[in-house]
């Protein structure tokens, strides 16, 4: 049987990118002939990112990946199919994303994001499978006043956020799994993806939309405001400072953090945290300002805004240090200006 991998959460906005290039890129990474298996409960992922992603395999003279049409919270169909897939490794995107409604249905997010990943982590356990690559976030940082920026992966945890607290509890679960029976991974801590696929064929589309260059775009292509929460934080200019880093980025390092399993696994390394980043933050309102002129072609005029209170959960400052990445990967944010991010996520909403 040809080798195989399995990708949660592959019909979403992060894990259809990391797809792409899994199939773009297969020879450069030693996977030709690679069976995909696909897993994704379309929840909050797409049908149409799937069948795109499956015509794509096919024209890179791929096997046709397998759909598994499964929830993470379905242990006994979760088991079936990794029962099915064998995989070599696991690429874990699914979970539940927005900081806001976390707040709102904690209990969900711990059903969803840890029970689930608790069953994925025992499936892979069932089915011989020792290798996972794990999709966390800097949020699992919280609001480190006074840490070091930009930060590195030792700055001590402490999320503000039922989302940043299930996220934690997912990385806790992975280490349980390294004691108990031989888990190797990595876990990639990274900030604020942001952009689209140069090839056109994927984008952020989520249902509700909550991210700030998704709801920007959309505001301004509109004529409507767009809604700035928070305008006292201690940043430069009062507003929320991120890393943005382009989801092509991503992509390339999960390629890596696959590539890279192997050595860490021959080291005895049995987990390994990266952060994923530019080290360079950019406020709320020099996002608006970068957007006003990449738009000025085509819409002609600025992108309003109004303020409103703070989100509850809301750190000030996140900004990535990922010289270990950079270091031990050989990873670099290639794709990250914010010119670039904004103008492909702009070709993908204009679509």
């Not at 592959?10 to 002939?33: D, M, T």
């Not at 990112?49 to 015509?55: I, N, Q, T």
């Not at 379905?74 to 029962?83: H, V």
């Not at 976390?102 to 290798?131: H, I, T, W």
Request: aromatic residues 6%.
């Amino acid at each position: 049987m040809p080798p195989s991998l399995l990708i949660t959460g592959a019909a979403g906005y992060i894990g259809s990118h990391c797809v792409e290039a899994l199939i773009r890129q297969a020879s450069a990474y030693g996977l030709q002939g690679v069976q995909l298996h696909l897993l994704d409960d379309l929840s909050t992922g797409h049908r149409e990112f799937l069948e795109k992603l499956c015509a794509l395999a096919e024209s890179h003279r791929l096997p046709r990946p397998v759909i598994h049409e499964v929830s993470l919270t379905d242990r006994p169909a979760l088991e079936q199919a990794l029962k099915q897939a064998r995989p070599e490794a696991v690429l874990h995107f699914a979970a539940l994303i927005s900081v806001a409604e976390s707040v709102q249905q904690p209990d969900r997010y711990v059903r969803n994001n840890v029970e689930g990943s608790q069953n994925l982590f025992r499936a892979m356990q069932k089915s011989g499978c020792q290798r996972l690559v794990f999709s966390s976030t800097a949020a699992v940082y919280g609001n480190p006043a006074g840490a070091h920026l930009p930060l590195p992966e030792s700055t001590p945890v402490g999320p503000v956020n039922p989302y940043g607290e299930t996220k934690l509890a997912m990385e806790n679960a992975i280490a349980e799994a390294a004691r108990e029976w031989g888990l190797h991974s990595v876990i990639f801590r990274y900030f604020n993806a942001a952009g689209a696929s140069s090839s056109g064929l994927f984008g952020e589309w989520h249902e509700p939309e909550t991210h700030l260059i998704p709801l920007l775009l959309r505001a301004a292509a509109r004529g409507e405001k767009l809604k700035v929460f928070g305008s006292d934080y201690d940043t430069r200019d009062g507003t929320c400072v991120r890393d943005y880093i382009h989801v092509e980025d991503l992509a390339c390092a999960h390629l890596l953090g696959l590539k890279a399993l192997r050595a860490f696994e021959s080291q005895g390394a049995a987990a390994q945290v990266f952060n994923l980043g530019t080290a360079r933050g950019t406020s709320v309102l020099e996002v608006i300002r970068a957007a006003e002129a990449v738009l000025k072609k085509d819409l002609g005029r600025g992108v309003g805004y109004d303020i409103h209170p703070r989100r509850p959960g809301d750190s000030a400052v996140l900004v990535a240090d990922s010289a270990r990445a950079r270091e031990i990967l050989g990873w670099e944010p290639v794709h990250s200006s914010m010119e670039n991010i904004l103008r492909t996520a702009w070709e993908w909403e204009r679509r």
